[in-house]
């Protein structure tokens, strides 16, 4: 009786300390994930995994010497498991779905330049289009998406060169994407309509 007395004590006292790492550590540990992590969801998620890791850790009476360095070596390693997971978003893979629910690629969406007179100025009216968006993109999503869609170039080595971090060249990117997708969804549904 009177270990199981013990054993909840012992818990209670867990708990406790682990509560208040948590209210200690909680803004810190989502400032240092959210400046590295775009997207404020997946931020949350990898917050909570952490603090999971936490008491999944004390209550297989793991040792853990420093907390507050455990927490974001554990954070870090989040969120490069988030950006291993997810691949770049590339503006050519961009889907839209038809009337038929089927997605539809970019290449899908302009007219073939082999179709007629017709089809040959309705795809220069969107590249036309495109090109305009582009240069409306702040110049650091800009330089990022031609570096990557137009160039080829690889994020790895645009952070060589630049000395620009690849989380901050692939959220760039992801902004340019979603501004570009924003921008020409009147001009698509134009052309949908005729």
Do not use: C
Request: negative net charge; proline residues 4%.
């Amino acid at each position: 009786m009177q270990d199981a007395a013990g054993l909840e004590r012992m818990s209670l006292e867990q708990d406790k300390r682990i509560s208040e790492v948590v209210k200690r550590e909680q803004s810190r540990l989502r400032n240092f994930i959210r400046r590295r992590v775009p997207d404020p969801r997946d931020a949350e998620d990898i917050l909570q995994d952490v603090f999971y890791k936490l008491v999944e850790a004390n209550r297989l009476l793991m040792p853990i010497g420093h907390v507050t360095g455990w927490l974001f070596r554990v954070a870090r390693n989040r969120i490069t498991d988030l950006f291993r997971k997810k691949r770049p978003e590339s503006f050519s893979d961009t889907a839209v779905a038809d009337e038929d629910g089927e997605l539809l690629l970019l290449e899908d969406l302009l007219p073939s330049p082999d179709a007629g007179p017709e089809e040959f100025y309705a795809r220069q009216v969107l590249l036309d289009a495109l090109e305009m968006a582009v240069d409306e993109l702040p110049e650091e999503q800009r330089k990022v998406f031609v570096a990557h869609e137009v160039e080829g170039r690889s994020f790895k080595a645009m952070a060589e060169e630049t000395g620009v971090s690849v989380n901050t060249l692939l959220s760039r990117k992801r902004y340019a994407v979603l501004y570009l997708r924003e921008r020409l969804q009147d001009i698509y549904d134009e052309f949908r309509k005729a």
